[in-house]
Nanobody, 124 residues
Framework: QVQLVESGGGLVQAGGSLRLSCAASGLTFRLYGMGWFRQAPGKEREFVAAINRSGTNTYLADTAKGRFTISRDGTKNTVYLQMNSLKPEDTAVYYC?????????????????WGQGTQVTVSS
């Protein structure tokens, strides 16, 4: 079965960096667009970043532009989210997701598979 396993979350001070990883199995990774979403306590899940199947196109939320980078490694079936200049408002559970259409969508309803999430906490 399809599994998306996130890792790399943790506690970091404001201004610090983290790199999240999402290892995919049970699907043909090269065919899937991949995305990162996050959900803070009491808030709805929101889009963070996405990358298309070939890695040639990326799409970042306004809150992520200039600070976050999404990338993928087909040899490892893994998608990454490099997060720099972290702020307390970035605190959330971060989820990766896979979209069989292969595009870099910002819409959560277009994603077919989801990971369990990894907690990111940014202290002030």
């Amino acid at each position: 079965q399809v599994q998306l396993v996130e890792s790399g979350g943790g506690l970091v001070q404001a201004g610090g960096s983290l790199r999240l990883s999402c290892a995919a199995s049970g699907l043909t990774f090269r065919l899937y667009g991949m995305g990162w979403f996050r959900q803070a306590p009491g808030k709805e899940r929101e889009f963070v970043a996405a990358i298309n199947r070939s890695g040639t196109n990326t799409y970042l939320a306004d809150t992520a532009k200039g600070r976050f980078t999404i990338s993928r490694d087909g040899t490892k079936n893994t998608v990454y989210l490099q997060m720099n200049s972290l702020k307390p408002e970035d605190t959330a559970v971060y989820y990766c997701a896979a979209d069989r259409s292969g595009s870099e969508s910002r819409n959560s309803f277009e994603y077919d598979y989801w990971g369990q999430g990894t907690q990111v906490t940014v202290s002030s």
